[in-house]
């Protein structure tokens, strides 16, 4: 789903102020010291089911690696595009200037996910990207990457999956704003966040939400009062129970059966 489409859909969303973000101007780019090849991540991030003379290749390009504050952006919207960003560590909230000045929440990324890929059609950022934590990033250089990728099939195929998921982010984030109620939207994103975690090594049914409750609502197209009630009728249900940020999912099975939700 283009970008457009996505303004287009969200500019109903409720207002919701986020986080101030302060500026990453003074964040040094630095030679990495994991290359792809020997990174924890290979198999969630760019090199997932890579030959290995193919990721031999991505280490030749000697990407760059930034640490990015908490609070800090990464990238703005209408920047000018010339690196993907595969993230090491941290978590990072993305988000669209609405043509009525409104901010909306449109991702949420983590460890072994990459961010950027917005900027591929026009050559400029329609998002931004901040850090919800202190966070890592492989500063990736798409031009170099697209260039090695015209004579590699196996590095075309790789740049082809990294746009086939970003556009089903799009396509998933138009199903969640458009068809699903307050408590679908907010099953839907715990368990997302559930399967993503679990994927990684950490629990499945106990984890600490980087974002807060306004973030939430934003991406979910639902008010911070919306979004605190649901949590509170999913305690009450014992679906789960909540501490500010923590969340224990104490029937993570319920959840799925409540709502009939499919992780994909």
């Known amino acids: ?56 290749r991505l280490d030749d390009l000697k990407f760059g690696r930034r640490r990015v504050k908490m609070g800090q952006t990464l990238y703005r919207a209408g920047d000018h595009f010339q690196f993907m960003y595969a993230i090491r560590s941290g978590t990072f909230r993305s988000n669209l200037m609405l043509p009525d000045g409104r901010e909306q929440v449109n991702g949420f990324y983590m460890a072994g996910e990459v961010m950027g890929l917005d900027g591929v059609a026009h050559d400029i950022h329609d998002s931004g990207a901040t850090a919800l934590e ?20 196996g590095l075309q195929q790789v740049v082809a999956r990294l746009m086939s998921r970003e556009i089903q982010r799009e396509q998933g984030l138009m199903m969640l704003l458009g068809s699903m109620n307050a408590e679908e939207k907010l099953a839907t994103f715990l368990l997302n966040l559930s399967h993503r975690l679990k994927v990684r090594g950490y629990s499945a049914s106990e984890f600490h939400l980087r974002m807060s409750r306004a973030e939430i609502g934003s991406y979910l197209g639902m008010t911070l009062e919306t979004v605190s009630r649901t949590f509170s009728a999913f305690q009450q249900a014992r679906l789960l129970e909540v501490d500010k940020r923590h969340i224990r999912l104490t029937d993570l099975e319920g959840l799925r059966r409540a709502f009939e939700i499919r992780l994909h």
């Open 134 to 153: 202190d966070a890592e990033v492989c500063v990736i250089p798409y031009a170099s990457l697209s260039d090695l990728a015209k004579s590699h099939a």
């Open 1 to 56: 789903m283009p970008i457009a489409a996505l303004k287009a859909f969200t500019v109903k969303a409720p207002v919701i102020l986020l986080q101030q973000e302060t500026s990453l101007t003074s964040a040094p780019v630095v030679a990495l010291r994991v290359l792809c090849s020997t990174c924890h991540l290979r198999e969630l991030c760019v090199p997932c089911d890579m030959s290995c003379s193919d990721v031999q």
